[in-house]
């Protein structure tokens, strides 16, 4: 176990070009420099496939917020995603309009000027109000679904998981036919980060729910590392807690970590093309940490009566 763990974060170190920075505090001038690194593509880009990034716990106004943003502009170019999924933990600190140009719209600028569409969940550091920004896409609801083409997303707010919110998501889920039901929220259900854990009284509610509606992939934050987690009950689980944030070193060895990256910020690319989801997380540098095709799981028969 003490080599398996040696050699897991070794292979991190040396993935992450042996950078062993910290986070920076300064605040940028601009966001339109060139990004550090060349696009090396691990994606298919197949026909008419749905293609788009995952950030979270992006909204700090650092330095690295907006690396990882110069970093997605680049990809953005090769891939031509037209959407990002946002984990929570949009906007740290103050919520004055001000906070909302320097710690969302300016690091994105070349992406929102790009038409880029960003969907946000709610993270514990988010004032509920985020839901009534424009720029959010969440319609003034702090959970809501959405679906392109035959990918249907479901957003909740795991800071607050009333029982409203879960007989609205029973609703949800039971009324899709989508191909592909992507749920995103802040807290993850398993978690291998030192600082939090997974939220259990969260996983004992939701994963019931999942199992039982055909949930395939279920993408959270919260944590401030990356973890791809080996399948749960049938379900692949993904942390992307450090588009902006960083717990450097933050995770612990575990049987169920697929792969896992606490040395630098990232953000995961998504191209879903029929029953292949492929996926590819890039850091900071431009440095891709993990990538691979997730097949979708054998389902029964969907208990969908109607299209949502
Ligand atoms: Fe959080």
Redesign the pocket.
């Known amino acids: 176990m003490r080599t398996r763990v040696f050699v897991f974060f070794l292979t991190c170190f040396v993935l992450a070009g042996c950078t062993t920075r910290t986070v920076p505090e300064d605040f940028p001038a601009t966001a339109a420099s060139a990004p550090s690194s060349s696009i090396s593509l691990k994606l298919p880009l197949k026909p008419k496939s749905v293609r788009f990034a995952v950030i979270g716990?992006s909204g700090t106004g650092n330095s690295a917020q907006f690396e990882v943003a110069r970093e997605m502009e680049a990809y953005r170019q090769a891939v031509g995603f037209s959407f990002v999924l946002m984990l929570?933990?949009n906007i740290y600190g103050g919520d004055s309009p001000g906070d909302f140009v320097r710690k969302f719209e300016q690091p994105y600028k070349p992406l929102l000027d790009a038409g880029v569409n960003f969907y946000a969940s709610l993270?514990?550091?988010d004032n509920p109000d985020e839901s009534h920004y424009k720029l959010f896409n969440m319609g003034g609801e702090r959970y809501y679904s959405f679906k392109k083409n035959d990918v249907a997303f479901f957003v909740l707010d795991s800071t607050y998981m009333s029982p409203k919110q879960l007989i609205w998501l029973e609703g949800e889920l039971r009324n899709s036919n989508a191909v592909w039901k992507i749920c995103y929220f802040?807290?993850p259900l398993y978690s291998d980060g030192k600082f939090h854990g997974p939220d259990l009284d969260l996983r004992s509610v939701l994963v019931p729910l999942f199992q039982k509606y055909g949930v395939n992939v279920v993408l959270s934050?919260?944590e401030h590392v990356y973890e791809r987690l080996k399948p749960q009950n049938d379900i692949y689980y993904f942390i992307l807690?450090n588009s902006g944030q960083l717990r450097f070193h933050n995770l612990r060895a575990s049987d169920q970590m697929q792969v896992g990256f606490d040395t630098d910020q990232d953000f995961m690319l998504v191209e879903i093309d029929g029953d292949e989801l492929h996926f590819q997380t890039i850091s900071r540098t431009g440095v891709t940490i993990d990538s691979g095709v997730l097949q979708r799981q054998p389902r029964s028969a969907s208990p969908a009566k109607s299209d949502q």
Request: proline share 0%; no cysteine.
């Open positions: 716990d929570g933990d993270g514990n550091h802040h807290h934050g919260h807690g």
